[in-house]
């Protein structure tokens, strides 16, 4: 079973064969934890992040598709998960800066904005936000992000492409307030 393809190990995993996980486990366990580190910068979140990928893997198990990249799959259930927690940071950070239950004007302005950045990358279709994500918060490159989700680089560049219209358009209100803000800086 060692010479299994991706494709061939999602086929078994569909139909329960609990050593294919194994084998997926024991085959991407390091990178897609590496990956999580790069993001979060704390192992212990990481671990727990990458076995509950690899545990909502198995649970969708009967809804794994042969024909997509699994271990893209792995990787945007990670990346789902670290969204999760980026949001309930904020959330927690929204309530850590009240005063007498006020929020400061300082820390609500940069909540809101991070929140519209949070949601206009939320809003991308799937395939367009891991790429996005990849590119833009870790730092690999179009040739590291095709290879990883198993696409072309020209699809890569269309899915960056797709994205940073997408983001431009979505958030072009935010132009004004950052010009507002670094205007205010020099005064």
Do not use: C
């Not at 949001?87 to 927690?92: C, H, K, L, N, S």
């Not at 994500?133 to 680089?153: M, T």
């Not at 132009?175 to 507002?180: M, R, S």
């Amino acid at each position: 079973m060692a010479s299994l393809n991706d494709a061939e190990l999602a086929e078994r995993i569909r139909e329960s064969d609990a050593e294919a996980f194994k084998m997926l486990f024991y085959r991407y366990y390091e990178p897609v934890l590496g990956f999580v580190m790069r993001r979060l910068g704390d192992a212990a979140k990481s671990e727990d992040v990458v076995q509950e990928a690899f545990a909502r893997l198995w649970e969708a198990r009967n809804r794994l598709s042969t024909d997509g990249s699994i271990r893209g799959y792995l990787y945007r259930l990670a990346s789902n998960r670290i969204i999760d927690l980026y949001r309930a940071d904020e959330v927690r950070r929204e309530h850590a800066a009240t005063v007498d239950g006020k929020v400061t004007l300082p820390d609500a302005e940069f909540f809101s904005v991070t929140e519209d950045v949070r949601k206009a990358i939320d809003a991308l279709p799937d395939g367009v936000r891991t790429t996005f994500i990849l590119s833009r918060y870790d730092e690999l490159s179009y040739a590291e992000i095709a290879r990883l989700l198993g696409v072309s680089i020209k699809t890569v560049e269309k899915r960056m492409s797709k994205a940073l219209r997408s983001l431009r358009r979505d958030l072009a209100h935010l132009l004004t307030l950052l010009i507002l803000i670094l205007l205010g800086m020099r005064w």
